[in-house]
Every structure is written in C-alpha cells, then in structure tokens.
C-alpha cells in the first residue's frame, strides 16, 4: 500500500514515483535534509511546480 504524501507547501498529494511507494517515513524538513547523510532526492509538486526536496529515514 503506498502512502499518501502531501506536498509540504501546497497540500496537494504527490504523484508517487517508485520511491515513494514504500512504507518508511518521507522527510521533507528543510533542516534535516541539510545534516542528513542519507540521498537526497526532489520531486516536482504537479500542482504548485515547486520542486520539492525529499529523503527517505528509514
Ligand atoms: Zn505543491
């Protein structure tokens, strides 16, 4: 079952792409993708254009 994730600026949901069909939590915190040493991925927001970084805390 994959998540529904909301974009963390405009609230609309996501378009999944295959990494994001997972269970783990999704980190989108601005702060914690600058100390984190996990891959760092983005996914562009169909809905405000935005693109959004993200990585996967697992
Ligand atoms: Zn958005």
Avoid: G, S, W
Avoid at 3 to 21: F, G, H, S, T, Y
Avoid at 35 to 43: A, F, M, P, Q
């Amino acid at each position: 079952m994959a998540q529904k994730i909301q974009c963390p600026i405009c609230k609309a949901i996501l378009i999944a792409n295959e990494d994001l069909v997972i269970d783990d939590k999704i980190e989108f915190d601005y702060e914690k993708i600058k100390e984190t040493d996990k891959e760092v991925k983005i996914i562009k927001c169909h809905n405000c254009k935005r693109r959004i970084k993200y990585y996967i805390d697992r």
